[in-house]
């Protein structure tokens, strides 16, 4: 693959405060063979958006303006929507409230053309809020400037428990794998980015690019952590280990010790509601036992804190 087509979704919700910035770091890329296609999911906010998105119109790289009449209700369905009018070689969903080095699309880019078998390429996040302040968060360490995954190893080391990729903006992909996975992603509500990153996974080669390209804006009322708070996630996280497990990428036991550790983290100590705990408990298939083995270890924590002070 040489100089491939870039085909950049940008799909927008309510974020013209953040639209311009958002373009403008896409349009300065170094690397300069790309299309933008802009969705604007009927952001309610009196023509702002649009107000934006129109002072780009007749820009070189823009191919796509999309209006909808009517809220989708999931960011998932303007991705699919944007996938059908790519003409690119490879994707890249840059999210419109964030922002991203110059140097990001070349990058990524130079993975694919050295290593034909790859599918996806992801560079590390900085997470930053409205003033400015940045903390970097590294979900998956690594050695080196870059390193490959089988996808296979990938799915089962890495996607398991979680999702490394920490927003759709810090990864690349080749648009062929489209067309070979099954659209599961947009029946999920917070967790379809997951979904799509281990259904992708299955078709090739996954580079982790070991370099703070992609930055991603931290909100007060943060979606993903209201999904949280809700049980969404929690509930559409089941589905998709149930998914990597019945894929045989992950053991009967390795699926019990995973399922063990994510209901400690994220049902009996991220949520307070008694009534949502134990309705989830029961979707995690967790009994009595299970619950009061998942207290002891936590209160046997929290004792060791206390005692030691860490």
Sequence with gaps: M????????????????????RIQSVL?????????????????????????????????????????????????????????LAKGDLVWIAESDDKCEHTLLRTLVTEFERENELILAFCKTNIFDDCGNISKSDPLPIKGR??????????????SMGCPMLNA????????????????YMNFIGAGDRMFWTEVSEYGKIAVVNLWLNCMRSHPNNSTKRNYLQGINQREDKLILDYIYNRGYISKKEKKKISYKYVRTYIYRYLTDPILKNDLYKYWEYGFWDKLMIKIKNNRITDFIKKYGY
Excluded at 2 to 21: F, G, K, M, Q, W
Excluded at 146 to 159: A, R, W
Excluded at 169 to 184: G, T
Aim: aromatic share 12%; proline share 4%; hydrophobic share 35%.
């Design 2 to 21: 040489t100089n491939p087509l870039v085909s950049v979704i940008i799909p927008n919700y309510n974020h013209a405060r953040y639209l311009d910035e």
């Design 169 to 184: 903006s810090a990864c690349l992909f080749k648009k062929e794998v489209i067309n070979k996975i099954e659209p599961l």
């Design 28 to 84: 300065n890329q170094t690397y300069q063979n790309f299309e933008v296609i802009i969705l604007d999911d009927c952001s309610p906010d009196n023509g702002a958006s649009r107000a934006v998105i129109e002072r780009y119109r007749n820009n070189k790289h823009i191919s796509h303006i999309v209006y909808n009449e009517q809220n989708s209700g999931k960011i998932f369905s303007q991705w699919h929507k944007g996938f059908e």
């Design 146 to 159: 870059t390193f490959i995954y089988e996808g296979s190893t990938f799915i089962s080391k890495e996607m």
